[in-house]
């Protein structure tokens, strides 16, 4: 598993109950991950990215991947 892959599921299950929202990220260097707000107002059933939070990830680089977790399903990536 990558580094980023670790970080995609250590904020997915930080999030538990709610669903996880971030970017993947293209740096000079390297993939990162950049967890998100979920600003929805069912957060358990849905999700909503913070603006803020969507142009911090676009300022640190090209948004490569948009990645979200479903807390009722099993934890992996698809």
Request: contains cysteine; negative net charge; hydrophobic residues 40%.
């Given at each position: 598993?990558?580094?980023?892959?670790?970080?995609?599921?250590?904020?997915?299950?930080?999030?538990?109950?709610?669903?996880?929202?971030?970017?993947?990220?293209?740096?000079p260097?390297?993939?990162?991950?950049?967890?998100?707000?979920?600003?929805?107002?069912?957060?358990?059933?849905?999700?909503?990215?913070?603006?803020e939070?969507?142009?911090?990830?676009?300022?640190?680089?090209?948004?490569?991947?948009?990645?979200?977790?479903?807390?009722?399903?099993?934890?992996?990536?698809?």
């Open positions: 598993m990558t580094q980023t892959e670790s970080a995609i599921l250590a904020h997915a299950r930080r999030c538990v109950p709610a669903e996880s929202c971030g970017f993947v990220v293209r740096t260097e390297g993939e990162r991950y950049i967890p998100c707000v979920n600003i929805s107002a069912e957060p358990e059933a849905y999700f909503r990215i913070a603006p939070d969507w142009l911090r990830a676009e300022m640190q680089g090209e948004i490569v991947a948009l990645v979200h977790s479903h807390p009722g399903g099993l934890p992996w990536l698809s």
